[in-house]
């Protein structure tokens, strides 16, 4: 098995085809019950069993059916959510050199650092290829450090 997302799925499909678990598809769970077992409401039909799997996916990408909702299921059952914040994104800035830099790359090292009243501490070292664009930044450089950065843009920083 590798650290794929993949390899993840294909061990659990594997599994529950050998137990012979019923697998129901394109549709959006309505309610979830527990008592001795689990009583799923999906679209008017009723399902049940002794172990639930929460696999929805999150709230980014809703092309592929994932609308965020396992969020709220998994709070239902008194599960603690840590914040979530977009993780491969661009940093938008306004600057009055975007437009003119646009299509500029170059290799660069950045450093991700608290301001000095907050410590002053390095959150964040990357090195790589930034991209200027008509409204920030992109490329490896920034996309790989957005996790660090997005949840202090997102909180008014930067």
């Not at 390899?7 to 008592?35: C, D, P, T, W």
């Not at 059916?65 to 599960?79: N, V």
Request: with cysteine; net charge positive.
């Amino acid at each position: 098995m590798s650290l794929q997302a993949k390899s993840v799925v294909n061990a659990l499909l594997m599994e529950a085809g050998e137990q012979k678990v019923q697998m129901v598809y394109n549709a959006r769970i309505r309610e979830v019950e527990f008592g001795k077992k689990y009583k799923i409401v999906c679209d008017g039909k009723s399902y049940y069993g002794t172990h639930l799997v929460i696999a929805t996916g999150g709230r980014s990408y809703s092309d592929s059916g994932s609308s965020g909702d396992g969020y709220e299921l998994a709070r239902s059952f008194g599960h603690h959510l840590v914040d979530t914040y977009p993780s491969i994104v661009q940093l938008r800035t306004n600057w009055p050199y975007n437009k003119s830099l646009k299509g500029l790359k170059v290799n660069a090292a950045g450093i991700l650092r608290l301001s000095e009243q907050d410590g002053g501490k390095v959150l964040r070292e990357e090195s790589g290829e930034v991209l200027f664009t008509d409204y920030g930044l992109s490329g490896p450089v920034v996309s790989n450090s957005a996790p660090w950065w997005n949840p202090i843009c997102l909180r008014g920083g930067i």
